[in-house]
């Protein structure tokens, strides 16, 4: 007999309960995964609040292209590929800022925030020869909801709103950490691990792995936090796929709607004092609500396939190489009145704490995702199990799976979203 | 704003309160390459700041998101989790050597000297070798009794790619 295994397509690699350990270590299946999914679906390039004025932008990419997300002066929402149209030079290289348009450094072509090429230099040169309006930048479809703002290369694809589909509640809810604000990007980490994207994919929708790898973690925080993110044997922690590839693991079920509030629950101690501060300008129901808000939402809300909407963050994937990803943890607060800078400056703590190139929590994450990519070298023909929890799912009355929040379910949705996308012609 | 630069008359280096201080950045070093995370902290003041900021051009820590944002408590949790043997990040963290140099001295008084330098890290785990390249800047109290009392209250690494992804890591700057 011989063995087949390597003249397996990619999408026969994975299975309901298994995936093959070469979806990690293979390029020819990165650069189709690059193809097939990063340059088809809809791809998280921003938050709304990282573009509050006209004449905003921020870099970005979209799987390995870079762009350039913009707000025109009617407000409108742009991506644009970051590549000018004479000879490809990026346009532009800050990663954030307010602009009237990009002149691109070589030959000072210029262009609107939509993308339109406005000017060329010394253009006789050009006449008869080209038609400027043939020549904008590459605008990528671009939708948003709820302020979350995708991009895709696909034109076809379908509208953002069904592809977020029963996702959308949950985005929804994540936005009510805002306690009645609007919510807005406070800062971001930025940090690289060497391995496949799709570890860290897996991962946010791993409660498993949370009081191992994060004991450190767990054993620096305040005991209130601590008993918050005590869910391994809470049955009424659940994951819960939300089709399309989407899940939703909730850690802290009593925090899945922060709106649901009886009262009952003690606020942590560790934010008395921020209570009495908040307080002088704030009443009473007001400081509750940001404060049963301050870890966030309970909730990882998982978007297929570079977004994670976690808890009170949001953790975006960026595909480098087979073996190296680039992921950012953008911490979120509150847009409120100056009052409220009191809770975004502790909510810069927490993140602080956990997040980050030095957090108490990251870089033990990025140590095991590191152990995966090394350990997975080994027979890559040799089963990735994501069956934790297969024998104890229940169907929901969406024909959804729903099962402990440290079973392997959202990653079981992952794939299925993963293996239809890598299936397609 | 950040630490001015452009300090009118400079401080040479053979001022001996300049010596002190530099010694103790020295030492600070290799108590970290060593990863004698105890006995680094007693290097610090119960009032000190240790800082690695994202932003590498401001100093309005408290208001913006840092990678390392250490009082005392956050420290002394730091060095505990170094250093206990649950975080598997430290476990089996990268060896480093680091080399701190260019030093500019930008004040120095007999209580205080504050001193910017170049340190430029090598961090070896595995088969790879990571730079960590970044402006420092430490103010240094002097003790009265002698160098032995020098403490640090401030402590800020500028890493020249503080805004790029850096890799997570399992030792300190
Ligand atoms: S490459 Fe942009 S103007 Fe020539
Ligand atoms: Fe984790």
């Not at chain 1, 966030?296 to 994937?317: K, Q, Y």
């Not at chain 1, 953008?330 to 400056?345: F, H, K, L, Q, S």
């Not at chain 1, 297969?390 to 993963?418: C, F, I, N, Q």
Request: aromatic fraction near 8%.
């Amino acid at each position: 007999m011989t063995d087949t295994f390597h003249d397996r397509s990619p999408a026969d690699l994975v299975a309901e309960d298994h995936v093959a350990g070469r979806l990690y270590t293979d390029p020819g299946i990165f650069e189709q995964e690059i193809a097939m999914i990063f340059e088809r679906t809809w791809v998280w390039v921003a938050h709304e609040s990282e573009l509050p004025a006209a004449g905003s932008f921020k870099s970005t990419h979209v799987g390995r292209q870079p762009v350039i997300v913009t707000r025109d002066r009617r407000g409108a929402l742009h991506t644009l590929l970051n590549r000018c149209r004479h000879r490809g030079a990026s346009v532009c290289e800050k990663p954030q800022g307010l602009a009237n348009g990009f002149t691109c450094p070589y030959h000072a072509w210029s262009y609107g925030l939509d993308g339109t090429l406005r000017g060329i230099p010394y253009p006789d040169g050009y006449e008869g020869v080209v038609d400027k309006g043939d020549l904008s930048l590459r605008k990528l479809r671009t939708e948003s909801y709820g302020g979350m703002v995708f991009a895709t290369f696909d034109d076809d694809v379908e509208p953002l709103e069904d592809f977020l589909g029963d996702a959308r509640l949950w985005i929804d809810r994540f936005m009510k950490q805002g306690g009645g604000y609007p919510i807005k990007v406070l800062g971001r980490h930025r940090f690289k691990f060497r391995g496949n994207w799709k570890i860290q994919l897996e991962n946010t929708t791993d409660g498993y792995h949370f009081p191992i790898v994060h004991r450190s973690w767990m054993a620096s925080v305040d005991p209130e936090t601590a008993d918050m993110m005590s869910f391994m044997t809470d049955p009424a922690a659940v994951t819960h796929a939300l089709g399309n590839g989407h899940s939703v693991m909730q850690m802290v079920p009593e925090h899945s709607d922060l709106d649901a509030d009886d009262g009952t629950e003690p606020l942590q101690s560790r934010f008395d004092p921020l209570v009495r501060e908040l307080s002088r300008t704030l009443d009473p129901t007001r400081v509750r609500r940001l404060i049963r808000a301050m870890h966030g939402t309970g909730f990882n809300l998982n978007l297929f396939p570079n977004v994670s909407m976690s808890a009170a963050f949001f953790r975006v994937l960026r595909p480098i190489s087979v073996d190296e990803t680039w992921i950012e943890h953008i911490a979120i607060g509150v847009d409120g009145p100056p009052g409220v800078e009191a809770v975004n400056r502790e909510r810069l703590r927490i993140h602080e704490h956990f997040q980050g190139p030095f957090g108490f929590g990251t870089p033990d994450d990025a140590e095991g995702w590191d152990r995966v990519q090394r350990g997975a070298r080994g027979a890559p023909e040799m089963p990735i199990l994501i069956n934790r929890g297969l024998a104890r799912e229940t169907t929901g009355p969406d024909g959804r799976p729903t099962s402990h929040v440290t079973d392997e379910t959202g990653m079981r949705a992952a794939y299925a979203k993963w293996k239809e996308m890598m299936s397609d012609a | 704003m950040p630490e001015r630069t452009d300090a009118p008359a400079p401080i040479p280096m053979t001022d001996p309160r300049v010596t002190r201080a530099v010694e103790l950045v020295w030492r600070e070093a290799e108590l970290l390459d060593r990863k004698d995370y105890v006995t680094w902290n007693e290097l610090f003041t119960d009032d000190g700041l240790y800082v690695i900021p994202v932003d590498p051009t401001g100093d309005d820590f408290a208001d913006t998101l840092n990678m390392v944002y250490d009082d005392a408590r956050m420290r002394r949790m730091r060095v505990t989790r170094m250093t206990e043997g649950y975080a598997i990040a430290a476990v089996d963290a990268a060896r480093t050597v680091r080399t701190v140099s260019r030093f500019v001295p930008q004040s120095a008084s007999d209580e205080e000297v504050v001193l910017r330098s170049a340190q430029i890290l090598i961090a070896y785990k595995r088969g790879n070798h990571d730079i960590w390249a970044g402006e420092v800047l430490h103010r240094i109290r002097l003790s009265p009794e002698g160098p032995g009392g020098d403490r640090i209250t401030r402590k800020v690494v500028r890493l020249v790619d503080s805004e790029e992804a850096v890799p997570a890591a399992g030792f300190l700057l």
